[in-house]
């Protein structure tokens, strides 16, 4: 079941056990493209998780917007936070964003 992180920037240092065994199996079936219930707090971890990995930056890419499409119409905040994420994600590591791109209000 689904457990709030309560807040808007969780860490592993804030969290529960509760929360973390939640973040943790929430993250496992996102980054295989199965997306559950969330919040701000964890996407805002994963988020931090993926841009900071060491794994392949296609697979990252596919990550961040993966998360875009799943969760990006949940709020204006969390769209924003999503898309710019991928963005600057994308522009960082010389990628073109698999989408035709970002106006900051939606993914084509």
Do not use: K, N
Request: with cysteine; charged share 25%; aromatic share 14%.
């Amino acid at each position: 079941p689904y457990v709030p992180s309560g807040c808007r920037c969780a860490s592993y240092d804030d969290m529960d056990e509760a929360q973390t065994a939640f973040y943790l199996s929430w993250r496992s079936q996102a980054v295989r493209g199965s997306y559950g219930d969330t919040d701000r707090g964890y996407l805002w971890l994963l988020l931090c998780e993926t841009v900071s990995s060491d794994r392949d930056s296609d697979r990252r890419l596919r990550v961040l917007e993966g998360l875009y499409r799943a969760y990006g119409q949940s709020s204006d905040s969390v769209r924003r936070l999503i898309g710019r994420t991928c963005t600057d994600y994308a522009f960082m590591t010389d990628q073109d964003p698999l989408w035709y791109g970002y106006s900051g209000d939606s993914m084509a």
